[in-house]
């Protein structure tokens, strides 16, 4: 009887040693991998990545974008160039321009489209000349243009002379020189040299 008592007593405390051995497993289970089974992130350790590119937090400090030109009133029109395009002359503002008024019969026009289509190329960024064609047909302006080599200055089509009044320009040809606040600082005549003068001087304001 003694011997099956001591038996019986031996077997409980090897069942209680098992499950003692099997809680301290879990636990160091635990604490090798940092969290608990479905709990948060362990303090301090560093979040699983998502593939997810980072969110930015903040913008390059470069400082504001430059305000766009104010548009004064006497560049507010548009138009079609002798090439089908529409053109804007709000897109001018903030710089000098040239406005050139011609019609394609006109002598005195073919004498100052050589020198146009000289300077117009190298002032084209800091002053830009704008061709008004008028008086005429369609078809003799597009000549003109091509015989005088201008087909890289734009050529605003105005055959119902809208542009020539809104200008009160009653003659060819006619040079109106707008400077960067908006002023009409010259509007009548100018040969090749004087216009060639006045347009570099407007370049380097």
Not at 81 to 91: H, Y
Not at 98 to 125: G, H, K, M, N
Not at 131 to 147: D, I, P, S, W, Y
Request: aromatic share 8%; glycine share 12%.
């Amino acid at each position: 009887m003694r011997i099956s008592r001591a038996w019986t007593g031996a077997g409980q405390l090897r069942r209680a040693a098992t499950a003692g051995a099997l809680v301290v497993a879990l636990f160091g289970v635990a604490a090798c991998t940092g969290t608990a089974p479905g709990g948060p992130t362990a303090a301090g350790s560093t979040p699983a990545s998502t593939g997810a590119p980072p969110t930015p937090t903040g913008t390059a400090t470069g400082g504001p974008p430059a305000a766009p030109a104010q548009v004064p009133a006497v560049l507010r029109f548009t138009g079609t160039t002798l090439g089908g395009a529409a053109f804007d002359a709000a897109q001018l503002a903030g710089k000098p321009v040239v406005l050139w008024f011609w019609a394609p019969w006109c002598a005195t026009c073919a004498s100052q489209a050589w020198t146009v289509a000289e300077i117009e190329p190298r002032y084209r960024d800091t002053v830009p000349i704008i061709g008004v064609a008028g008086l005429g047909e369609r078809k003799a302006m597009k000549e003109f243009v091509t015989e005088f080599d201008l087909g890289a200055t734009p050529q605003i089509e105005d055959t119902t002379g809208a542009l020539w009044k809104r200008f009160k320009v009653t003659e060819q040809s006619i040079f109106v020189i707008i400077d960067r606040n908006g002023t009409v600082v010259h509007q009548g005549f100018l040969d090749g040299e004087a216009l060639t003068a006045k347009v570099a001087a407007l370049a380097g304001a």
